[in-house]
Structure formats: C-alpha cells, structure tokens
C-alpha cells in the first residue's frame, strides 16, 4: 500500500489494483478459490443465456415463419394441455371429446379459412421403421393432404400423398432422408415396402413414395427422422390416442385474426353440438399465447440461471472476505501511519473495495473467456445456436464486480475505521 496520505481518484484505482495482484500471488490457494467461484458463476450465466437466446431466437423464428395470424385447434385449453391451471382444466385433457380429423376439412370450408390441417405426432409412442434387417427410431406423424401447404417443408424426390390416398387410407409413406439413409444406404428409397410401428408392439407396411425435407429450424434438429404418413392410415393401421390430434389454422387473405377465430369457433361449437351459454369444449390457441407460454418457460430458465450462477458468486464473495481480512490484518500498522498522515477513512475504504472488486474481477474475466468458448463449442457441435447476447456480458462483468464490492465491504470498512493509535501500536 502507498505510503502517501492523500490520492486523487485514478491513483486509487491504480494502488488498489496493484495491492490485489500483490495479494493474488501471495494467497494463491484462497485467492485461485475465490476466482474459481466467481469464474463458475460467470460461467453458468454466459453458457445458459447463450444456448437460451440461440433457442428463444429460433423458436421465434419458428412462430414467424408460420404467420403472425395462424392458429390452432385443440380438444382442450391450453392451460389443460400443459397441465398448467386448475384441476377442472386439467381434467378437461382427459374427458373433453377427441378432435376427429374431418373436422379439418369441415372447417377449411368456412369463407374464412385458407388453410385447415390436422395433424398428430405419434413419436411419443416410441416408432421405429424397419426394412431389409435395418431399423432406426423415427418421428412418425400422422397428417392430412393439406399438411405440406403450411409445413414449410419441401419434397426433394418423389411426391406426396394426394387426397384420395388419404381419403383411401393408403398405407403410404413420405420419409426425412436421414430415415432413408439409415435404412438403405444410399439406395433408391422410393416404392420401398417399410414397417411402422412400435419395436415390440403392433407395425404395419407401409410403401414409400417420397422423401421430405423438414423446414430447417432447431426443433426440426432436434426431431429429425421424419415419416409423414396419412391420417386416415394411421387410424386403420397404427391406432393412436386420439387426443393427440390437433388443427393448424390459416386465415383467408384479408380476414382478420378475429374474424377468422370467430368463424372457427362458431362452427366448432356446432360441430360439438353446443347450445348457446354452454362453455367451449375445446381450445383456440394463438401464436400469442404460444408466445407467452414459451416467454415463462424461458422465464422459469433464467431464475435457475441466476440460481446457480449466485452459488458460484457466493463461493467467491466468501473467499473475497477472508482475503480481505487477511489484508487489513497484515497492514494494520500501514493502516495507522497512514490515518496519522492525514488519510481519509473515505480514501481507505474506497482502496479496499477497488482490491476487492479486482479480484473478483479477475475471476469474471476468466469466467467470460471460458463461457464463450464454450458457447461456442455449443454451436459449433451441436444443433443449438448459441450465442452470447451482450446483455450477458455486460451483466457477468457488473456481478463480479459487484460480489468483490459487496462482500469486501465489511473488512474494507473495519480496516478503514481504524483508530490510528490503536492501529500504530499493532505487532
């Protein structure tokens, strides 16, 4: 510590930084603990927001590329889908009446609708195709003719199923290429005879005829193994719960989101043969409220974030207090002589707080190295696009900071208000 009573600011700043690097090589077990601490906490925040903005970004991409106006059909709220509200709306999930697939089509006819498709993912019942002694786990889902017009997938040989296979229930096939490759590798996948079904449960042959390209997104990545097959087919061969089912809605070009919900929930609730007063026995759902429910996922995310990071943060603020106490204890005698010089109590204490803070600081800064190399690990290797927002950086720089402030404000104070006698007399 200088030995001169009065310093301006940047002095300070200067004195403080020096002092804690002179305590980093002279503690070095406490002091490579604290910067661990604080370095894992900065870690957990830039890993987490990394991978949780890459996916939020990507679901949002997701949400915008079907249209702000589309929305879907379920038998129950969506509250009672996810199991999210009172118990009377769960119970909605189990007793509510099933969506039939045809109704997709009954309400493609309104003025309203563009677009009505019914789909189910089956993938949940543990699918695989087999062929030729091969076999591969798939992401079987059951779709009516209309299902490609809003899918935003493309078919990249072959065709898709028409609406008379579907009205046929032809046991008919449109599979990802991924499903192809593993099951054929590298041959001519179409008109190929390939069993759907559960592993040791019910299959059924069904006979390729295309090959699908799901639209590129995370999700897509993250389900691939894609078999469409049609609705009608899956119901005589595959039987599935049928409260799986749901609708994907798209408006008429210039009908209004209102209006069109309006229409669809009219004749749903004759379809479901409602009377006037009776509450729906179905669900509506917005990308809106898809919206808002993903917002408190990724809300439920970054409270746990700032839980694990503040484990680490804390580790280290504990480690800043014993270094730090450890510090005024050594310079007790300084501490006096300088008090006696002239030193402000103010001048002390702000010289404690910036050795404090630099430590912890050192740990941040190893903590932002390793965080983005590592989110960048993230992206590089797997499907996740992570990457690390500012607001991450500038928020593990100010929390590292803020932990060498806080918690080395108590010995920075106590070394500040020393009484210089006392402090002069010291051994």
């Known amino acids: 510590m200088s030995k001169s009573h009065g310093m301006g600011l940047i002095p300070t700043l200067r004195e403080g930084i020096h002092t804690a690097i002179d305590s980093l090589f002279a503690n070095k077990v406490r002091s490579g603990l604290t910067i661990l601490g604080v370095a894992i906490g900065v870690v957990v925040v830039m890993v987490m927001a990394a991978v949780v903005e890459g ?50 089509e009954d309400l493609e006819r309104l003025p309203e609708v563009e677009y009505a498709a019914a789909m189910a993912d089956l993938s949940g ?15 079987l889902i059951a779709v009516t003719a209309r299902y490609l017009d809003m899918s935003g997938g493309t078919i990249i040989d072959g065709r898709y199923f028409s609406e008379v296979e579907d009205a046929r229930r032809s046991p008919v096939a ?37 090959i699908y390209e799901a639209p590129d997104n995370l999700f897509s990545g993250l389900a691939s193994h894609y078999v469409l097959i049609p609705f009608s087919a899956a119901d005589k061969y595959l039987p599935f719960w049928e409260r799986l089912v749901s609708f994907t809605i798209v408006p008429a070009a210039g009908v209004t989101l209102d209006e069109a919900l309006d229409a669809v929930q009219g004749r749903m609730r004759q379809i479901r043969g409602l009377s006037p007063g009776e509450a729906d026995d179905f669900g509506l759902i917005t990308q809106d409220q898809v919206l808002d429910f993903w917002d408190r996922l990724t809300g439920v995310l970054f409270a746990v974030m700032i839980a694990l990071s503040g484990v680490g943060l804390m580790v280290g603020g504990v480690g800043v207090i014993g270094i730090m106490m450890i510090s005024v204890t050594e310079r007790t005698r300084e501490i006096g002589i300088r008090k006696a010089l002239g030193a402000r109590r103010r001048d002390l204490l702000l010289q404690f707080l ?65 009484d210089p006698v006392d402090a002069l007399r010291y051994e």
């Open 174 to 210: 449109v599979i990802d290429a991924s499903v192809a490759e593993d099951l054929w590798h590298g041959q001519d996948p179409l008109l190929r005879a390939v069993k759907l079904g559960h592993p040791n449960g019910r299959k059924a042959v069904f006979r390729t005829i295309g």
């Open 354 to 418: 910036v050795e404090a803070s630099t430590l912890t600081a050192v740990g941040g800064g190893i903590g932002l190295l390793f965080g983005g190399g590592i989110a960048w690990v993230i992206q590089k290797v797997t499907i996740v696009p992570a990457s690390v927002p500012l607001w991450a950086v500038m928020v593990a720089l100010l929390a590292s900071v803020l932990t060498g402030v806080g918690f080395g404000l108590y010995p920075a104070a106590r070394g500040a208000a020393m």
């Open 55 to 104: 996916v939020n970004s990507s679901f949002k991409d997701i949400i915008a590329a079907a249209g702000p106006n589309t929305f879907y059909v379920m038998h129950a709220p969506m509250d009672a889908q996810i199991g999210d509200d009172s118990d009377e709306e769960e119970s909605a999930f189990m007793t509510n009446e099933p969506l039939n697939p045809r109704w997709a």
């Open 125 to 139: 019942n543990g699918n695989s195709a087999f062929s030729d002694g091969e076999s591969v786990r798939i992401s």
